[in-house]
């Protein structure tokens, strides 16, 4: 029979005695009194903190071995801690002298590589986007890109020629250097799930608010006969079929589906510019290789990318202040825009049409409730 690795997280017992041994450690490691040059006012207990760092760098540990290892040196530094809670005992000496010479190698490396205090992230420069929309609101998307593909003197080395990608929702992307950078990853991330998410609610109407809206409707024409035979006027009727639980469903499920939409034509202007650009660069590429033309000076490819880059980010910050000045908001109501505000009216005309049909279906089942024929 094969023998299945060893998963810790995945092994009861070996979690319990984890984190038996963890909660233990904590509580003895914050009652050991330490000076207030080792430990600060309103500070985490220093060894605490020394112990979620080690217990955080075993974690993704699967061999038994150090496994093994590492419970038992707990166990070892369970029983030290517990006898350091007492002053001037042999341990708690030893855990002082560890402490200081922690804050002596801390300092050292502090003298050699200083702290810069950057900027805060409101005013840091950051490097331009790849693609920008240059489509006026209300319009269909179209992007082109920023800065790229940029000239051979702003660049050390040979034109490499981006590759492009996609992602198993059709959404593409475009990979310049190795490793793929962690703001990509994580972009492309968030956008995937923003996607998944808007199907999922799609298909919730359909599978959860369609049949509850059904019963609400039906609900609420039976208590409006129970009140009408007793001559009771509380409460007002809703009228007309736009008025009811319905058709409240047809427009969720109208909103989500342009939310779908929007996605698709925003994803095919990006994948159309990046295509655009994807040529652009092998074009140049070939040119460059033809014509043999020598690699740049580092210096002088560094002062052609500043020049690039100063010259985008006055754009932009004209840009901004033009719209400052003129007292533009930038936000728009999704919820008044003419394309749903259309979306709503062809959705009402239909529902009208309908509403015979609907009607009909709904009485039939309210004198079925009722027993009638």
Known sequence: ???????????????????????????????????????????????????????????????????????????????????????????????????QKRNQTANFSRSI???????????????PPLLTKISAPGE???YEPTVRPLPKTAFVGERKVPVFGHTAEMMSFLRIK???????SRSLGAKTTRFRQTVQDTKKVDREL????????????IMHRLLHEKGDTVGVRREGPLESFRFSTILTKAWWEMKLLMFNEDWTARSDAICKLVEQERAL?????????????PEVAKESLDQI????????????????????????DPFASPRWLKKVKASEIEELKRNGLGQARQNKKVKDFFGED
């Open 178 to 184: 190795k490793p793929q950078p962690e703001n990509l």
């Open 140 to 142: 269909h998307p179209r």
């Open 309 to 332: 880059l100063a010259e985008y980010r006055r754009k932009q910050t004209e840009s901004e202040q033009k719209t400052k000045e003129g007292g533009t908001n930038s936000f728009q």
């Open 210 to 221: 369609v049949p509850a809206a059904a019963l609400e409707d039906l609900w609420d024409d």
């Open 1 to 99: 029979m094969t023998r299945h690795p060893f998963v810790p997280a995945r092994n009861t017992q070996h979690r319990i005695a984890v984190l038996a041994l963890y909660r233990s450690l904590l509580r003895t490691t914050s009652s050991i009194p330490l000076p207030a040059n080792l430990h600060h006012k309103g500070r985490r207990h220093p060894v605490t903190k020394i112990l979620r760092m080690r217990f955080a760098k075993n974690k993704p540990l699967t061999s038994l071995r150090l496994i093994y290892d590492s419970m038992t040196a707990g166990y070892k530094f369970l029983t030290l801690l517990t006898k350091g809670q007492i002053e001037k005992s042999p341990e708690h000496s030893e855990i002082l002298r560890h402490l």
């Open 113 to 127: 590589h200083p702290h810069k205090k950057g900027l805060p992230p409101s005013k840091q420069w950051r490097n």
């Open 285 to 297: 590429a070939k040119g460059e290789k033809q014509s043999g033309v020598g690699p740049t000076d």
